[in-house]
């Protein structure tokens, strides 16, 4: 499993020790930036990763802003992706169970570095579980498709 990461300066203390421990739990990590605490815009580090994940050149994508809602609100918006912030154990591992989220967001000015690996842990571990979530993903899905123009009566 390949997981790709990245952040900004208000993730980017955070960054590196989430790497080491998603390596530590057998994933194999991609450090896609920054290199430094200078100021960066984090949609383009949640680009970077997005397309990663929308490209299947990674299967998960970990990004760390100061809250985890810029890289979210950003990587979602790529075609493929089901970026979800998680500040909670529990949204970690509905995020994965219910919406088969492929991003994970997370802050790394309100949240501390073992809640964050907790979450990161239980994300990376959890599996989709299907059934009635899956009709829901695909309607997710459909508004990446620029000929879908919205949902009338047939829901
Ligand atoms: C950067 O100051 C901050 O806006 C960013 O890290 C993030 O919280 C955005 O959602």
Do not use: W
Request: contains cysteine; proline residues 3%; aromatic residues 10%.
């Amino acid at each position: 499993m390949r997981v790709a990461i990245a952040s900004d300066h208000g993730g980017f203390g955070f960054k590196e020790p989430l790497a080491r421990y998603i390596e530590s739990l057998g994933y194999e990590v991609e450090d896609c930036g920054p290199d430094s605490f200078d100021r960066v815009d984090y949609p383009d580090y949640a680009d970077i990763v997005a397309r990663k994940v929308a490209n299947q050149e990674a299967d998960y994508g970990v990004l760390i802003c100061g809250t985890g809602l810029g890289m979210a609100i950003t990587a979602d918006k790529v075609a493929g992706v089901r970026a979800a912030t998680v500040t909670s154990h529990m949204f970690a591992k509905l995020a994965r169970q219910h919406n088969n989220a492929n991003v994970l967001c997370l802050s790394g000015r309100f949240v501390s570095l073992v809640d964050n690996m907790d979450f990161v842990r239980t994300f990376l571990g959890t599996a989709f579980e299907g059934g009635r979530h899956e009709r829901r993903i695909k309607k997710i899905m459909r508004e990446d498709d620029p000929n879908f123009t919205g949902v009338t009566s047939d829901r």
